[in-house]
Protein backbone atom coordinates (compact mmCIF):
# COMPACT_ATOMS: atom_id res chain seq x y z
CA UNK A 1 0.00 0.00 0.00
CA UNK A 2 1.33 3.67 -0.24
CA UNK A 3 1.83 6.14 2.34
CA UNK A 4 2.94 9.29 2.39
CA UNK A 5 5.34 11.05 5.08
CA UNK A 6 5.46 15.21 5.54
CA UNK A 7 8.22 15.18 8.34
CA UNK A 8 7.61 19.25 9.43
CA UNK A 9 4.21 19.16 10.91
CA UNK A 10 4.55 23.04 11.60
CA UNK A 11 7.38 25.31 9.63
CA UNK A 12 7.69 29.00 9.97
CA UNK A 13 8.93 31.14 7.10
CA UNK A 14 8.85 35.31 7.05
CA UNK A 15 6.83 37.00 4.56
CA UNK A 16 8.93 37.59 1.41
CA UNK A 17 11.21 34.60 2.36
CA UNK A 18 11.62 31.25 0.31
CA UNK A 19 9.72 28.25 0.96
CA UNK A 20 9.94 23.95 0.76
CA UNK A 21 8.06 21.75 2.29
CA UNK A 22 9.20 18.19 1.93
CA UNK A 23 6.57 15.32 1.20
CA UNK A 24 8.14 11.52 0.61
CA UNK A 25 6.26 9.13 -0.95
CA UNK A 26 6.27 4.92 -0.54
CA UNK A 27 4.75 3.18 -4.01
CA UNK A 28 5.64 0.29 -5.94
CA UNK A 29 5.14 2.15 -8.98
CA UNK A 30 5.02 5.48 -10.11
CA UNK A 31 2.39 7.54 -8.71
CA UNK A 32 0.70 10.07 -9.21
CA UNK A 33 1.13 13.12 -6.83
CA UNK A 34 -0.80 15.96 -5.51
CA UNK A 35 -0.44 19.05 -3.13
CA UNK A 36 -3.35 20.60 -1.49
CA UNK A 37 -3.79 23.33 0.70
CA UNK A 38 -6.76 23.81 3.35
CA UNK A 39 -7.25 26.96 5.06
CA UNK A 40 -9.15 26.74 8.67
CA UNK A 41 -12.45 25.55 8.81
CA UNK A 42 -12.48 25.41 4.70
CA UNK A 43 -11.77 22.10 2.22
CA UNK A 44 -8.85 21.25 0.26
CA UNK A 45 -8.09 23.40 -2.74
CA UNK A 46 -5.55 21.77 -5.29
CA UNK A 47 -2.23 23.68 -5.83
CA UNK A 48 -0.45 21.28 -8.32
CA UNK A 49 -0.13 17.17 -9.88
CA UNK A 50 1.89 15.30 -11.14
CA UNK A 51 1.05 12.81 -13.43
CA UNK A 52 4.13 11.78 -15.64
CA UNK A 53 5.98 13.75 -17.97
CA UNK A 54 8.10 17.09 -17.04
CA UNK A 55 9.16 16.58 -12.53
CA UNK A 56 9.19 20.65 -12.33
CA UNK A 57 5.03 21.33 -12.11
CA UNK A 58 3.68 24.51 -11.69
CA UNK A 59 0.79 25.37 -9.85
CA UNK A 60 -1.50 28.10 -8.53
CA UNK A 61 -0.36 30.95 -6.36
CA UNK A 62 2.66 30.85 -7.70
CA UNK A 63 4.14 27.10 -6.36
CA UNK A 64 5.72 24.67 -7.67
CA UNK A 65 6.91 21.54 -7.07
CA UNK A 66 9.75 18.81 -7.97
CA UNK A 67 9.29 15.30 -8.28
CA UNK A 68 12.31 13.49 -7.59
CA UNK A 69 12.59 9.74 -8.46
CA UNK A 70 15.32 8.63 -6.86
CA UNK A 71 14.24 10.26 -3.06
CA UNK A 72 11.03 9.75 -3.74
CA UNK A 73 9.83 13.09 -2.86
CA UNK A 74 7.61 15.60 -4.46
CA UNK A 75 8.52 18.50 -2.61
CA UNK A 76 6.52 21.89 -2.30
CA UNK A 77 8.19 25.10 -2.92
CA UNK A 78 7.31 29.08 -3.33
CA UNK A 79 10.22 31.81 -3.98
CA UNK A 80 8.40 34.12 -2.30
CA UNK A 81 5.55 33.66 0.52
CA UNK A 82 2.71 36.22 1.55
CA UNK A 83 0.85 36.20 4.49
CA UNK A 84 -2.46 34.80 3.17
CA UNK A 85 -0.12 31.54 2.58
CA UNK A 86 -0.81 30.34 6.24
CA UNK A 87 -2.74 27.39 5.97
CA UNK A 88 -2.26 23.45 6.39
CA UNK A 89 -0.75 22.03 3.65
CA UNK A 90 -1.36 18.25 2.46
CA UNK A 91 0.78 16.39 -0.02
CA UNK A 92 -1.08 13.33 -1.40
CA UNK A 93 -0.63 10.11 -3.41
CA UNK A 94 -2.83 8.22 -6.06
CA UNK A 95 -3.10 5.48 -7.56
CA UNK A 96 -4.76 5.07 -11.09
CA UNK A 97 -4.09 9.57 -10.83
CA UNK A 98 -6.50 8.85 -7.69
CA UNK A 99 -9.42 8.88 -9.84
CA UNK A 100 -11.50 5.66 -8.72
CA UNK A 101 -9.34 4.44 -5.66
CA UNK A 102 -8.86 7.73 -3.55
CA UNK A 103 -6.16 9.66 -2.05
CA UNK A 104 -3.71 8.99 0.53
CA UNK A 105 -2.85 11.97 2.47
CA UNK A 106 0.29 13.03 4.64
CA UNK A 107 -0.49 13.94 8.33
CA UNK A 108 0.29 17.94 6.76
CA UNK A 109 2.26 20.75 7.24
CA UNK A 110 1.16 23.80 9.11
CA UNK A 111 2.58 26.72 7.67
CA UNK A 112 2.64 29.92 9.91
CA UNK A 113 4.33 33.46 7.92
CA UNK A 114 5.74 35.75 10.26
CA UNK A 115 5.88 39.70 10.01
CA UNK B 1 -19.01 27.93 -11.70
CA UNK B 2 -19.23 24.18 -11.69
CA UNK B 3 -18.47 23.10 -8.29
CA UNK B 4 -19.19 20.95 -5.01
CA UNK B 5 -21.35 21.63 -2.53
CA UNK B 6 -22.34 20.35 0.79
CA UNK B 7 -24.99 21.21 3.23
CA UNK B 8 -25.13 21.43 6.33
CA UNK B 9 -21.71 23.37 6.59
CA UNK B 10 -22.51 22.71 10.05
CA UNK B 11 -24.70 19.63 11.95
CA UNK B 12 -24.81 19.38 15.26
CA UNK B 13 -26.54 15.59 16.96
CA UNK B 14 -27.16 13.67 19.63
CA UNK B 15 -25.37 10.74 20.98
CA UNK B 16 -27.02 7.93 18.97
CA UNK B 17 -29.27 10.22 16.92
CA UNK B 18 -29.10 9.38 12.83
CA UNK B 19 -27.68 11.96 10.75
CA UNK B 20 -27.10 12.09 7.03
CA UNK B 21 -24.96 14.61 5.33
CA UNK B 22 -25.42 15.58 1.72
CA UNK B 23 -23.35 16.70 -0.95
CA UNK B 24 -23.93 17.34 -4.58
CA UNK B 25 -21.90 18.34 -7.49
CA UNK B 26 -22.05 20.12 -10.90
CA UNK B 27 -18.94 18.42 -12.30
CA UNK B 28 -20.66 15.68 -13.34
CA UNK B 29 -17.97 13.70 -12.58
CA UNK B 30 -18.40 9.73 -12.24
CA UNK B 31 -16.84 9.42 -8.77
CA UNK B 32 -17.77 10.53 -5.57
CA UNK B 33 -15.81 10.55 -2.45
CA UNK B 34 -16.66 10.72 1.67
CA UNK B 35 -13.39 11.55 3.67
CA UNK B 36 -13.48 11.86 7.17
CA UNK B 37 -11.00 14.58 8.48
CA UNK B 38 -10.78 14.72 12.39
CA UNK B 39 -8.96 17.83 14.50
CA UNK B 40 -5.15 18.11 13.23
CA UNK B 41 -5.04 15.22 11.02
CA UNK B 42 -5.26 13.80 7.20
CA UNK B 43 -8.20 13.39 5.44
CA UNK B 44 -9.32 9.83 5.70
CA UNK B 45 -11.24 7.64 2.96
CA UNK B 46 -14.43 6.22 4.31
CA UNK B 47 -15.58 4.90 0.85
CA UNK B 48 -16.27 6.07 -2.69
CA UNK B 49 -19.00 5.76 -5.39
CA UNK B 50 -17.62 4.82 -9.28
CA UNK B 51 -20.65 6.10 -10.83
CA UNK B 52 -23.21 3.37 -9.06
CA UNK B 53 -20.97 0.58 -8.02
CA UNK B 54 -19.72 0.99 -4.21
CA UNK B 55 -16.68 0.53 -3.01
CA UNK B 56 -15.87 0.87 1.05
CA UNK B 57 -12.45 0.99 2.68
CA UNK B 58 -11.81 -1.87 5.02
CA UNK B 59 -11.68 -0.22 8.15
CA UNK B 60 -14.91 1.89 7.69
CA UNK B 61 -16.65 1.16 10.88
CA UNK B 62 -20.38 -0.38 9.73
CA UNK B 63 -21.96 2.52 11.57
CA UNK B 64 -21.13 5.04 8.43
CA UNK B 65 -23.58 4.34 5.09
CA UNK B 66 -23.33 6.08 1.78
CA UNK B 67 -26.12 6.32 -0.86
CA UNK B 68 -25.94 7.59 -4.36
CA UNK B 69 -29.14 8.23 -5.98
CA UNK B 70 -28.03 9.83 -9.20
CA UNK B 71 -24.80 11.35 -10.66
CA UNK B 72 -24.94 14.93 -8.82
CA UNK B 73 -26.34 14.16 -5.44
CA UNK B 74 -24.37 11.72 -2.42
CA UNK B 75 -25.08 10.81 1.31
CA UNK B 76 -23.19 9.93 4.18
CA UNK B 77 -25.80 8.54 6.96
CA UNK B 78 -24.36 7.99 10.56
CA UNK B 79 -26.94 5.32 12.09
CA UNK B 80 -25.89 5.87 15.55
CA UNK B 81 -23.48 8.57 15.93
CA UNK B 82 -20.24 8.51 18.56
CA UNK B 83 -18.09 11.27 20.14
CA UNK B 84 -15.29 9.75 18.34
CA UNK B 85 -17.35 10.34 15.02
CA UNK B 86 -17.04 14.12 15.77
CA UNK B 87 -15.00 15.37 12.70
CA UNK B 88 -15.13 17.36 9.36
CA UNK B 89 -16.82 15.34 6.94
CA UNK B 90 -15.35 16.07 2.88
CA UNK B 91 -16.76 15.12 0.02
CA UNK B 92 -14.74 15.12 -3.78
CA UNK B 93 -15.68 14.24 -6.85
CA UNK B 94 -13.35 12.85 -9.69
CA UNK B 95 -13.88 12.11 -13.59
CA UNK B 96 -11.97 8.62 -12.93
CA UNK B 97 -8.88 7.20 -13.46
CA UNK B 98 -5.99 9.86 -14.28
CA UNK B 99 -7.81 12.69 -12.69
CA UNK B 100 -7.24 14.60 -9.85
CA UNK B 101 -10.12 15.18 -7.38
CA UNK B 102 -12.39 18.25 -6.28
CA UNK B 103 -13.35 19.03 -2.61
CA UNK B 104 -16.34 20.83 -1.21
CA UNK B 105 -16.06 22.91 1.91
CA UNK B 106 -16.69 19.94 4.42
CA UNK B 107 -19.53 19.83 6.94
CA UNK B 108 -18.56 20.02 10.13
CA UNK B 109 -20.58 17.77 12.52
CA UNK B 110 -20.18 18.16 16.52
CA UNK B 111 -21.60 15.10 18.41
CA UNK B 112 -23.08 16.24 22.24
Known amino acids: AQSVTQPDIHITVSEGASLELRCNYS??????LFWYVQSPGQGLQLLLK??????LVQGIKGFEAEFKRSQSSFNLRKPSVHWSDAAEYFCAVGVSGGGADGLTFGKGTHLIIQP | DAMVIQNPRYQVTQFGKPVTLSCSQT?????MYWYQQKSSQAPKLLFH???????NEADTPDNFQSRRPNTSFCFLDIRSPGLGDAAMYLC???????????FGPGTRLTVT
Open chain 1, 50 to 55: YFSGDT
Open chain 1, 27 to 32: YGATPY
Open chain 2, 49 to 55: YYDKDFN
Open chain 2, 27 to 31: LNHNV
Open chain 2, 92 to 102: ATSRGGAYEQY
